[in-house]
């Protein structure tokens, strides 16, 4: 789901007549047709076609909390040729005019494996050479990382990924960074953010035949496929084989599945030359497949999307379950948690786990890299990160949701977000990279089992130093996104005025704005530290509530209790919440 523009109400006669211009125009025989037939029942009174037609140019897609993402079909309100063309063009001019003549963009274009994927990109590619850019075409279907690092490597101005990421299969996106000489500073090959997208929204018109956008029947430049070499080496190279970790890495077990998206073969590179020779794919997910035949939803936070992972981990004995999604700026992972069976790892867990381990990193090093290293998470994410940080002397920032705030967090040294978004490695992509993060904590993995100790432990050890921070999600999906604006607007009128009966400490509109840009989100706080922040989802038909409590812990012996007062308490407020929103 995205941000919308300003919705639009037709006329029946006028919707008919956008939608046969539209079909007539379409370049896509495929989806052309498709509107032709939804135009014919609406013609003939079928109301539910009639409101199809009506969802479909309700809107123009606009750039959202990860690009745009939408359904594939025809129209304005769905991705289609169409609407990439345009898109491309209004980009392409968006480029031009940053450079002012003064300098010839380059532009890299990468794809994943969904429907029509490596159409939008070579079209992007054709319609980018006709502008005068430079552009550079990934060579196949690769992971987002390796984009995020093309355009960092090869100092471009712009990165097209064209993903839907962890979306349903009939979805498919457009994600665009700057880098380069068009942006200065830490967001340099990053997201785009505010303002950025929407002078370049200003450059796409849909006004005008889409003839009038020139396609180039050569001349961009296809990459070798070294390019994604390069990122293997790169990544690699965060957490090198030595003599001394080879024994560890060897004699760790992991089991891989990348959802059937395209981070099967990168994946599996980066474990072997980093020295994890007991690497087992599953193998029924291994291949990209835009069917994503043996998931309802290829996204590893699902009910169900690991469940053939986990029951090879178990059949091998494995240490550790890693899932990429789709494109593979995500990472979930998965433990044997003794006395408790296989269970997945928080987004906040894997988080806190990366950002001790880097922390530690850091002190080992041993010329005071804490006093100039940077720590940022998003603030739905969990507090734990923060108090890790200012344990060490490490700086520590929260922003706004996505990963194109939190890498432009100036110093950044490691960022994540709960959703399963991590960047260990802010100098390789400036962006979430589920490999890269895949290889640190299964190094992590391997040096705490070499010493008698796990992951879970580690997180114990985390827990007694710091508190017990405790996290939970309520999640409300909609049909209409009318819905989200009524959940919302019911909760500004009547707040909730206590937390599992500790009574509101601070409450705050996040919408107004503050110490980060408005963004629709509201923030409650109690008296005894439950947190609580809702808002709609940035990709997703959800409103979502981010819920987290903190219980002190004196010693190991007293985490069994701790967990029980903690589970009870997130039970509470997920109550208190579910009925201030009506859910």
């Known amino acids: 789901m995205n941000a919308f523009a300003d919705t639009r109400t037709y006329p029946p006669s006028d919707l ?3 939608a046969r211009r539209w079909a007539a125009e379409d370049p896509d025989a495929t989806t052309a047709a498709e509107l032709s037939r939804v135009l014919a029942a609406a013609q003939a009174g079928d109301a539910a076609a009639q409101a199809d037609l009506g969802a479909r140019f309700a809107t123009t897609l606009a750039f959202g909390t990860a690009g745009l993402r939408a359904e594939l079909g025809a129209g304005p309100n769905r991705m289609n040729r169409q609407v990439v063309r345009r898109t491309a063009a209004g980009l392409a001019a968006y480029l031009l005019e940053q450079a002012g003549g003064a300098y010839k963009p380059r532009a890299v274009i990468g794809f994943d494996a969904r429907r029509n994927s490596d159409v939008f990109a070579e079209e992007t590619a054709a319609i980018f050479t006709a502008a005068g850019i430079d552009a550079l075409l990934l060579p196949s279907a690769l992971p987002t990382p390796v984009l995020a690092y093309a355009v960092r490597a090869l100092e471009a101005e712009a990165g097209v990924m064209v993903t839907a990421s962890h979306n349903p299969p009939r979805d498919n996106g457009y994600k665009v960074y700057l880098g380069g000489r068009a942006v200065d500073g830490a967001g340099r090959g990053a997201q785009i953010v505010a303002p950025v997208d929407a002078a370049i929204a200003a450059k796409i018109s849909y006004d005008g035949p889409l003839a009038r956008i020139e396609l180039a029947r050569s001349g961009w430049t296809v990459l070798p496929e070294s390019i994604a070499d390069d990122y293997t080496g790169a990544v690699v ?9 080879r024994p560890a890495r060897a004699a760790t077990s992991i089991v891989l599945t990348s959802l059937h998206g395209v981070g099967s073969a990168t994946m599996l590179g980066v474990f072997d030359r980093a020295g994890f020779s007991r690497v087992m794919p599953v193998i029924e997910q291994a291949e990209p497949d835009p069917d994503f035949p043996t998931v309802a939803f290829p996204n590893p936070e699902e009910p169900g999307a690991m469940d053939l992972a986990l029951a090879t981990a178990e059949r091998v ?3 550790l379950v890693i899932a990429n999604d789709p494109d593979a700026d995500r990472c979930a992972a998965a433990v044997n948690d003794p006395g408790a069976g296989w ?4 987004g906040d867990e894997v988080g806190a786990l990366l950002g001790a381990h880097t922390a530690s990193r850091i002190a080992a090093s041993g010329n005071d890299g804490a006093a100039s ?9 969990s507090r734990l990160l923060g108090r890790i940080a200012a344990s060490c002397g490490i700086e520590h920032h929260e922003t706004l949701t996505g990963f194109k705030w939190i890498a432009r967090v100036p110093g950044l040294t490691f960022g994540y977000e709960e959703a399963l978004g991590y960047c260990v490695a802010p100098d390789l992509a400036r962006d979430k990279d589920g490999m890269s993060a895949a290889l640190v904590l299964a190094d992590l993995a391997a040096t705490l089992k070499a010493a008698g100790s796990s992951l879970p432990e580690r997180l114990d050890e985390l827990a007694v130093e710091h508190g017990l921070f405790a996290t939970d999600q309520l999640s409300v999906r909609v049909d209409s996104l009318a819905r989200l604006g009524e959940m919302m607007a019911r909760l500004r009128a009547a707040p909730p005025s206590s937390l599992a009966g500790a009574p509101i400490a601070s409450a705050q509109d996040l919408g107004a704005g503050g110490d980060l ?5 509201l923030l409650y706080v109690s008296t005894d530290d439950s947190r609580v922040i809702v808002r709609p989802s940035g990709t997703e038909p959800k409103l979502k ?6 219980e002190p812990v004196a010693s190991a012996a007293g985490l069994p209790a701790a967990r029980g007062r903690a589970a009870e308490r997130l039970a509470a407020v997920k109550n208190d919440i579910a009925a ?4």
Not at 343 to 346: A, I, N, P, S
Not at 517 to 521: I, K, R, Y
Request: hydrophobic share 50%.
């Open 16 to 18: 008919h007549a956008e």
């Open 237 to 245: 190279a965060l957490s090198p084989a030595t003599e001394a970790s």
């Open 317 to 319: 004995g494995a240490d």
């Open 343 to 346: 269970r997945m790892l928080r």
């Open 373 to 381: 290293a940077v720590f940022a998470n998003s603030i739905v994410s």
């Open 517 to 521: 840009p408005p963004t629709d989100a």
């Open 545 to 550: 509530a981010y819920l987290e409590v903190v």
């Open 580 to 583: 201030a929103l009506g859910a």
